[in-house]
Nanobody, 123 residues
Framework: QVQLVESGGGLVQPGGSLRLSCAAS????????IGWFRQAPGKEREGILC????????SYSDSAKGRFTISRDNAKNTVYLQMNSLKPEGAAVYYC????????????????WGQGTQVTVSS
């Protein structure tokens, strides 16, 4: 059974940092690209970053450029999203997602999704 479980969300002040984790199970993690997305209330889901199986990084959006980084630990079947200098508009549910393949897919071509973790950015 494929599972992606996000954690690490919470309340943070503007300008603060959070590190989200995505723990994967039920599939051969090493062969999958893992992406992070977010969805704010009333807005469409937005792709952020992807790490391919070889840790090549694909950025889906300019909104997080220079502030968010993605990393993966294949030994732990976990991908991380480090978020720095968070802005109020960064408040959203953050999801991780997976697709098997060498390269990060286009945002609409992921196979598996987690349930999400809430990030609130407020003073």
């Amino acid at each position: 059974q494929v599972q992606l479980v996000e954690s690490g969300g919470g309340l943070v002040q503007p300008g603060g940092s959070l590190r989200l984790s995505c723990a994967a199970s039920g599939f051969a993690f090493y062969y999958y690209s893992i992406g992070w997305f977010r969805q704010a209330p009333g807005k469409e889901r937005e792709g952020i970053l992807c790490s391919s199986k070889s840790s090549d990084i694909t950025s889906y959006s300019d909104s997080a450029k220079g502030r968010f980084t993605i990393s993966r630990d294949n030994a732990k079947n976990t991908v991380y999203l480090q978020m720095n200098s968070l802005k109020p508009e960064g408040a959203a549910v953050y999801y991780c997602t997976a697709r098997r393949g060498w390269l990060c897919p286009t945002p609409n071509n992921y196979d598996y999704w987690g349930q999400g973790t809430q990030v609130t950015v407020s003073s």
